[in-house]
């Protein structure tokens, strides 16, 4: 059950937030003043504390510098009057995970509540995800995706036998990610991983960096030096975008596959090798073949096992969980309070095409981090391309507009709903009636989900 503290010294304040997060199944325990809230925290452990920023002898604002250091995994709501905003907004500097503004809707509490919450159990389960997967070798492949399960699943299964592997995929989709998880989950963990982008050369210098040459094989060769292929003895040698490399070092590639052995520039004796051969592509190599770009006697012998990895606009679910690794990451690297994504700015990520898949989101935060002044990532710290995009979709631009923007006599809780059941429908039918996809698709839990739907009167259909 999940605690909630609530700290105010106006008792009918208190007396109306419990009554409200009762009715909500939260346990709460009410405290009038900072020192008690203190000594309460001290001896039982809370997922939220409630709190006024006017309080005496302690404000909310001191309150929470005490609070937040020692238990920093207790979050914070913030409550404040119209002329305190500023200072709110300061708290959420500071660590808060939101503030309110007094007076407010029922529905507004409870919604900040929830939403606070499951962004708390979001990144628990980001953190006991990594720390399962690191068991496994796969801390940096994240995702609860169907498609990104299957994908963790059979590199468990192919990881430990030493046969050739080809994993194909769209440019950023993770492939060496992949590769490298198999090397760690293998019984050559212990010696090299070594890789080389096969588009990154030009071809005579390709065949150098695969197969070493000797002093004095061509211009500028003035020692003798080991390739990379046999610089990955015992290990893991990983070939990137394998479908650019040309013809004739491809007929070189396929004699290491058939025998082990290599043979270096200038040089008549071959080498044995020892090593696992894994290689990644984005290009259809079929394709290639009848085009008589790729030997076809090679593609056979490098599609041994294949994996596909999926792009990231066909595992949606996986952006929220994906977004917050990377912002924790960033925030971090540039020593930045960025702590959260607005809903706003989460729903224009949910619905970009992402043509760069998980490189490309990844970008996206560290651009976001880097401009942001805030702890929250807004829309317009989000790069054109993404909301250039979103505009171009009417129902999306309709879900992102700013509460602000929105006119007439409506209340901020309608526009609130309205949005949050337009979210929930937008859901539903992208995962063709799955609740339990669509609940992941919003970041929240299938009970959640199923109560929200209750609560606005949709169904499924």
Same mark, same amino acid.
Request: contains cysteine; proline residues 4%; hydrophobic residues 40%.
């Given at each position: 059950?999940?605690?909630?503290?609530?700290?105010?010294?106006?008792?009918?304040?208190?007396?109306?937030?419990?009554?409200?997060?009762?009715?909500?199944?939260?346990?709460?325990?009410?405290?009038?003043?900072?020192?008690?809230?203190?000594?309460?925290?001290?001896?039982?452990?809370?997922?939220?504390?409630?709190?006024?920023? !006017?309080?005496?002898?302690?404000?909310?604002?001191?309150?929470?510098?005490?609070?937040?250091?020692?238990?920093?995994?207790?979050?914070?709501?913030? &409550?404040?009057?119209?002329?305190?905003?500023?200072?709110?907004?300061?708290?959420?500097?500071?660590?808060?995970?939101?503030?309110?503004?007094?007076?407010?809707?029922?529905?507004? /509490?409870?919604?900040?509540?929830?939403?606070?919450?499951?962004?708390? =159990?979001?990144?628990?389960?980001?953190?006991?995800?990594?720390?399962?997967?690191?068991?496994?070798?796969?801390?940096?492949?994240?995702?609860?995706?169907?498609?990104?399960?299957?994908?963790?699943?059979?590199?468990?299964?192919?990881?430990?036998?030493?046969?050739?592997? /080809?994993?194909?995929?769209?440019?950023?989709?993770?492939?060496?990610?992949?590769?490298?998880? &198999?090397?760690?989950?293998?019984?050559?963990?212990?010696?090299?991983?070594?890789?080389? =982008?096969?588009?990154?050369? %030009?071809?005579?210098?390709?065949?150098?960096?695969?197969?070493?040459?000797?002093?004095?094989?061509?211009?500028?060769?003035?020692?003798?030096?080991?390739?990379?292929? $046999?610089?990955?003895?015992?290990?893991?040698?990983?070939?990137?975008?394998?479908?650019? &490399? @040309?013809?004739?070092?491809?007929?070189?590639?396929?004699?290491?596959?058939?025998?082990?052995?290599?043979?270096?520039?200038?040089?008549? !004796?071959?080498?044995?090798?020892?090593?696992?051969?894994?290689?990644?592509?984005?290009?259809?190599?079929?394709?290639? +073949?009848?085009?008589?770009?790729?030997?076809?006697?090679?593609?056979?012998?490098?599609?041994? +096992?294949?994996?596909?990895? %999926?792009?990231?606009?066909?595992?949606?679910?996986?952006? #929220?969980?994906?977004?917050?690794?990377?912002?924790? !990451?960033?925030?971090?690297?540039?020593?930045?309070?960025?702590?959260?994504?607005? %809903?706003?700015?989460?729903?224009?990520?949910?619905?970009?095409?992402?043509?760069?898949?998980?490189?490309?989101?990844?970008?996206?935060? $560290?651009?976001?981090?880097? +401009?942001?002044?805030?702890? /929250? +990532?807004?829309?317009?710290?989000? @790069?054109?391309?993404?909301?250039?995009?979103?505009?171009?979709? #009417?129902?999306?631009?309709?879900?992102?507009? %700013?509460?602000?923007?929105?006119?007439?006599?409506?209340?901020?809780?309608?526009?609130?709903?309205?949005?949050?059941?337009?979210?929930?429908?937008?859901?539903?039918?992208?995962?063709?009636?799955? /609740?339990?996809?669509?609940?992941?698709?919003?970041?929240?839990?299938?009970?959640?989900?199923?109560?929200? &739907?209750?609560?606005?009167?949709?169904?499924?259909?």
């Amino acid at each position: 059950m999940v605690k909630v503290l609530v700290v105010d010294d106006e008792v009918s304040v208190r007396e109306v937030l419990t009554l409200m997060l009762e009715g909500q199944g939260y346990r709460v325990t009410q405290v009038s003043s900072g020192p008690l809230a203190l000594q309460v925290l001290a001896r039982e452990e809370f997922d939220l504390v409630i709190t006024d920023l !006017k309080m005496s002898p302690m404000s909310g604002m001191e309150l929470l510098k005490l609070l937040k250091p020692t238990y920093p995994q207790t979050d914070v709501i913030m &409550m404040t009057g119209f002329g305190s905003i500023e200072s709110a907004i300061e708290a959420t500097k500071l660590g808060a995970g939101d503030y309110l503004t007094k007076p407010f809707q029922p529905d507004e /509490l409870l919604i900040r509540v929830r939403n606070v919450l499951e962004k708390k =159990n979001r990144r628990q389960e980001i953190h006991l995800r990594g720390r399962i997967q690191g068991c496994f070798g796969l801390e940096n492949i994240i995702g609860e995706s169907r498609e990104l399960v299957n994908v963790l699943e059979k590199i468990k299964q192919v990881a430990p036998s030493d046969s050739t592997v /080809l994993i194909t995929g769209e440019t950023g989709t993770g492939k060496e990610l992949v590769a490298k998880a &198999m090397h760690t989950l293998s019984r050559r963990a212990h010696k090299p991983f070594v890789s080389v =982008n096969c588009a990154a050369f %030009p071809e005579h210098l390709l065949e150098s960096e695969l197969f070493g040459h000797v002093k004095g094989a061509f211009t500028g060769a003035a020692n003798n030096r080991k390739g990379l292929i $046999e610089e990955a003895d015992g290990g893991t040698f990983f070939l990137d975008e394998v479908g650019a &490399m @040309p013809l004739n070092v491809q007929a070189k590639l396929l004699r290491v596959l058939e025998d082990r052995t290599i043979r270096r520039i200038g040089e008549n !004796k071959t080498v044995t090798v020892d090593c696992r051969l894994v290689a990644a592509t984005n290009q259809d190599l079929v394709a290639a +073949i009848a085009q008589r770009a790729f030997r076809e006697d090679l593609y056979y012998r490098l599609n041994v +096992i294949s994996i596909h990895v %999926p792009p990231l606009r066909a595992r949606r679910s996986d952006i #929220p969980l994906l977004a917050q690794h990377f912002l924790e !990451k960033f925030s971090a690297r540039e020593r930045k309070n960025v702590r959260d994504i607005t %809903p706003e700015a989460m729903q224009l990520l949910l619905t970009y095409e992402y043509p760069g898949n998980v490189r490309e989101l990844q970008h996206i935060l $560290e651009q976001a981090v880097t +401009i942001c002044a805030e702890p /929250l +990532i807004t829309v317009n710290a989000l @790069p054109h391309q993404v909301r250039q995009h979103v505009r171009e979709q #009417p129902a999306a631009v309709e879900a992102a507009q %700013p509460v602000e923007a929105v006119s007439g006599g409506e209340s901020r809780v309608m526009v609130l709903e309205a949005r949050e059941q337009e979210l929930i429908r937008q859901a539903i039918h992208r995962n063709q009636g799955n /609740l339990e996809q669509a609940a992941k698709d919003l970041g929240i839990s299938r009970i959640t989900l199923w109560r929200r &739907m209750k609560k606005f009167n949709l169904s499924v259909k």
